[in-house]
């Protein structure tokens, strides 16, 4: 084999290691498509003179590599699921020390905001463990959760999943309900693991009854710098540190990865009222590092 031959099947062969290479978001999960962009890029030449981009738009273009590096479509659904599956057994107890048991007052929150008499009939979107149905137990209301991972539904404490407040293994973006058959319904810090958040908002209205009550929970950022910088390093570096000790490392290093796939708020409540809600009211909670939308049926 000549030189120029033997460079050239050298080149095809680093070609196809390179394009190959990636890591998953969860043992045992495949994604179906991974972008080229999950090749770690060179350093940039030093002796480059392109002006710096403003913050803001350099700020929404990390955002923007970071949602091309993750999974979509079927595949980020079937890595969800599993990885929810995974980690459920310690899932209460890795959130409950992140947070500082935070979340408990802001899921008790949400229910009460959605301000419905006792005895009214509320549906808890992505349930996981029964968190959202034990608050809207303690109002007084009828609750049923549905969740798309078996291993969440199971690892719910005795009585929540009980004749009174079912919990049924199902797919939030297609409802196992007929229309207007809710009196209000809860989801929280689920929106992210969507492959659709856009589905989910049609299909809140569509089981909503005309007047009935929305409350969205979920993750958001603080508007202080400081708070921004610290509640950034203590999301992106300690949660999974926290997470690998109980739990399951690459699971909770994907959760603060995943916040780059929420819209920026000005959308979701835009999605809202585009879905037919009306009344879409946006609240910060905890200094920022959560928000709480609340909406109501047209």
Same mark, same amino acid.
């Given at each position: 084999?000549?030189?120029?031959?033997?460079?050239?099947?050298?080149?095809?062969?680093?070609?196809?290691?390179?394009?190959?290479?990636?890591?998953?978001?969860?043992?045992?999960?495949?994604?179906?498509?991974?972008?080229?962009?999950?090749?770690?890029? =060179?350093?940039?030449?030093?002796?480059?003179?392109?002006?710096?981009?403003?913050?803001?738009?350099?700020?929404?273009?990390?955002?923007?590599?970071?949602?091309?590096?993750?999974?979509?479509?079927?595949?980020?659904?079937?890595?969800?699921?599993?990885?929810?599956?995974?980690?459920?057994?310690?899932?209460?107890?890795?959130?409950?020390?992140?947070?500082?048991?935070?979340?408990?007052?802001?899921?008790?929150?949400?229910?009460?905001?959605?301000?419905?008499?006792?005895?009214?009939?509320?549906?808890?979107?992505?349930?996981?463990? =029964?968190?959202?149905?034990?608050?809207?137990?303690?109002?007084?209301?009828?609750?049923?959760?549905?969740?798309?991972?078996?291993?969440?539904?199971?690892?719910?404490?005795?009585?929540?999943?009980?004749?009174?407040?079912?919990?049924?293994?199902?797919?939030?973006?297609?409802?196992?309900?007929?229309?207007?058959?809710?009196?209000?319904?809860?989801?929280?810090?689920?929106?992210?693991?969507?492959?659709?958040?856009?589905?989910?908002?049609?299909?809140?209205?569509?089981?909503?009854?005309? =007047?009935?009550?929305?409350?969205?929970?979920?993750?958001?950022?603080?508007?202080?710098?400081?708070?921004?910088?610290?509640?950034?390093?203590?999301?992106?570096?300690?949660?999974?540190?926290?997470?690998?000790?109980?739990?399951?490392?690459?699971?909770?290093?994907?959760?603060?990865?995943?916040?780059?796939?929420?819209?920026?708020?000005?959308?979701?409540?835009?999605?809202?009222?585009?879905? =037919?809600?009306?009344?879409?009211?946006?609240?910060?909670?905890?200094?920022?590092?959560?928000?709480?939308?609340?909406?109501?049926?047209?």
């Amino acid at each position: 084999m000549g030189l120029q031959a033997r460079r050239r099947r050298g080149r095809a062969r680093s070609g196809r290691i390179a394009a190959g290479t990636g890591r998953q978001l969860h043992p045992g999960v495949e994604p179906a498509h991974r972008p080229a962009v999950r090749r770690r890029a =060179g350093r940039p030449p030093a002796a480059s003179h392109e002006p710096r981009l403003p913050a803001v738009l350099a700020q929404a273009t990390a955002k923007t590599a970071r949602v091309s590096e993750l999974p979509s479509g079927a595949a980020k659904r079937r890595a969800v699921r599993e990885m929810f599956d995974a980690i459920a057994p310690r899932y209460d107890l890795v959130n409950r020390i992140m947070t500082l048991r935070l979340d408990v007052a802001w899921r008790r929150r949400t229910a009460r905001e959605l301000a419905l008499p006792p005895g009214s009939l509320v549906a808890d979107l992505a349930c996981g463990t =029964g968190d959202f149905c034990r608050e809207l137990a303690r109002l007084g209301h009828h609750r049923i959760g549905f969740d798309f991972s078996m291993g969440m539904l199971r690892a719910a404490p005795a009585g929540v999943g009980d004749g009174a407040a079912p919990l049924v293994n199902a797919d939030v973006l297609e409802l196992p309900l007929a229309d207007g058959a809710l009196d209000g319904a809860t989801c929280g810090f689920a929106l992210r693991n969507l492959t659709a958040i856009s589905s989910l908002l049609t299909e809140l209205a569509r089981v909503l009854r005309p =007047g009935g009550r929305v409350g969205l929970l979920e993750v958001d950022s603080p508007t202080n710098p400081v708070l921004r910088w610290g509640h950034g390093l203590y999301f992106g570096r300690v949660v999974p540190q926290i997470g690998a000790l109980l739990s399951d490392r690459d699971a909770y290093r994907y959760l603060p990865e995943s916040v780059a796939y929420l819209p920026p708020p000005e959308e979701l409540i835009d999605g809202l009222r585009s879905a =037919g809600f009306d009344d879409v009211r946006r609240h910060k909670l905890s200094a920022g590092i959560a928000q709480m939308i609340t909406a109501t049926r047209g």
